[in-house]
């Protein structure tokens, strides 16, 4: 099998008679048959030679601007990967547009980030939008609700095919606001992208909740998750008086 270790850097590969041995950052040793390291990408800005003119560019090569895309320099503006915001195609059309209306078209036009959905297409397709379980918890003023599904969707049943789909729902108590969404399994991202509107829109789990579903179908468990799985009481942060 695949086994994941987020939030970890390599040291060390060392190829041996059992496989390729690895040591992580957190002084882990372990053998694996292979090896996929995501580093991450760097702004492609190098040949651009924005210095000469003046551009400020961040540390990792990303090209600086403001809320509307704009540079230091007045005449010059960057939108999508070479700025290192959120890189999606999507994101960068977006942020183009915004540009476009700001410059030409009279409206001034802030780029905006919240609930961007987002998916790998990997076998099974994942798909997010708003803030996970982690992030909901870092940015709480109260409790935090987690709604979740696991089911075998009803071709799969029909088929004989063991392919499980998994839902969460993330839920802000204070405001019933739904402010997390994700999936795993067979049309995550189509799926996604709907559910990615009523985030936008603010929809709260009372309305998911008055949704009527469309059956059969994997998406309308979203609008059928009735049962909180956990409750994460909110932990105030300590005042401090720095």
């Known amino acids: 099998g ?15 008679d059992q496989g390729i041995k690895v040591i992580s950052s957190h002084g882990e040793e372990f053998v694996a048959d292979v090896v996929l390291f995501a580093t991450g990408r760097s702004p492609n800005t190098k040949r651009l030679n924005l210095e000469a003119v003046g551009v400020e560019l961040d540390q990792a090569g990303a090209v600086k601007v403001d809320e509307y895309s704009r540079t230091n320099i007045p005449s010059i503006w960057a939108v999508g990967d070479a700025t290192n915001r959120i890189n999606l195609t999507p994101v960068a059309l977006m942020e183009a547009t915004c540009f476009a209306n700001t410059a030409f078209g009279g409206k001034p036009t802030k ?9 790998v297409f990997c076998i099974p397709p994942l798909a997010v939008v708003g803030l996970s379980e ?13 709604f979740t599904s696991g089911f075998n969707p009803m071709k799969n049943t029909i088929s004989g095919r063991q392919e499980k789909t998994l839902m969460k729902l993330i839920v802000d108590e204070k405001s019933d606001k739904v402010i997390g969404a994700s999936m795993c399994g067979p ?7 709907g559910i990615a509107i009523a985030l936008k829109c603010g ?9 009527v579903g469309i059956h059969p179908s994997s998406a309308e468990e979203f609008v059928t998750m009735r049962s909180v799985t956990r409750r994460i009481a909110h932990k105030p942060k300590p005042k401090t008086n720095l």
Do not use: R, W
């Open 2 to 16: 695949v086994n994941l270790h987020p939030q970890t850097s390599l040291t060390q590969l060392t190829k041996t």
């Open 111 to 119: 780029a905006e980030y919240s609930n961007v959905a987002c998916a």
């Open 134 to 146: 982690e992030e909901a918890v870092e940015q709480a003023t109260g409790d935090i609700l987690v």
């Open 187 to 193: 049309d995550a991202a189509e799926i996604m992208q």
């Open 203 to 211: 929809a709260t789990k009372a309305q998911f909740d008055s949704t």
